[in-house]
T-cell receptor
Framework: KNQVEQSPQSLIILEGKNCTLQ??????????LRWYKQDTGRGPVSLTI?????NTKSNGRYTATLDADTKQSSLHITASQLSDSASYIC????????????FGSGTQLTVLP | DGGITQSPKYLFRKEGQNVTLSCEQN?????MYWYRQDPGQGLRLIYY???????QKGDIAEGYSVSREKKESFPLTVTSAQKNPTAFYLC?????????????FGDGTRLSIL
């Protein structure tokens, strides 16, 4: 069974600090891995996508990494801002359609002033 | 602005009642999706549609029904057969049903039981 595990479940940091969120997966065959940001009461918004051949990709203060050998990904947030408070969801795709998407349960990040 | 609009934002259902959640998109996307989000769980696929007048069951379709009469619209009906409907429902769309394309999500409908 395909699974995506995210850690930690929740995280509290002070504004300006960095943090790293983890995503471990057992999805086969692997196609890509996407990170979404979901603000409270809103729909998820795509931050970045990682394919098999990519190790690192940045989107502003967000940097995602992928280790396809160990089936792990991380999302690093630099110089956190209050607006970074949200749930961060890791989604792993097997080749094909939406039936082959596996969603993690998310990491709830709270940034305090 | 192009996007996905879900309505209502909050919905309450009485015992034995069917309720319909609206999802409209003006992104000219062919594929549309309905997900259910429960606390501590990942999103679960209810139904999806790759093209007008066609749709397929997802992983948790029991107790739900959909229609796709227009490209822009993909309403979800939560029937009385769904015994645990309390959840946050998300509608999404994308250009085609291929996983190299991102899904664009609406802002959800929160359904509760009265």
């Amino acid at each position: 069974k395909n699974q995506v595990e995210q850690s930690p479940q929740s995280l509290i940091i002070l504004e300006g600090k960095n943090c790293t969120l983890q995503c471990n997966y057992t999805v086969s065959p692997f196609s890509n891995l996407r990170w979404y940001k979901q603000d409270t009461g809103r729909g998820p918004v795509s931050l970045t996508i990682m394919t098999f051949s990519e190790n690192t990709k940045s989107n502003g203060r967000y940097t995602a990494t992928l280790d396809a050998d160990t089936k792990q990904s991380s999302l690093h947030i630099t110089a956190s801002q209050l607006s970074d408070s949200a749930s961060y969801i890791c989604v792993v795709s097997a080749s094909g359609s939406a039936r082959q998407l596996t969603f993690g349960s998310g990491t709830q990040l709270t940034v305090l002033p | 602005d192009g996007g996905i609009t879900q309505s209502p934002k909050y919905l309450f259902r009485k015992e034995g009642q069917n309720v319909t959640l609206s999802c409209e998109q003006n992104l000219n996307h062919d594929a549309m999706y309905w997900y259910r989000q429960d606390p501590g769980q990942g999103l679960r696929l209810i139904y999806y549609s790759q093209i007008v007048n066609d749709f397929q069951k997802g992983d948790i379709a029991e107790g739900y029904s959909v229609s796709r009469e227009k490209k822009e619209s993909f309403p979800l009906t939560v029937t009385s057969a769904q015994k645990n409907p309390t959840a946050f429902y998300l509608c999404a769309s994308r250009i085609g049903d291929r996983n190299n394309q991102p899904q664009h999500f609406g802002d959800g409908t929160r359904l509760s039981i009265l």
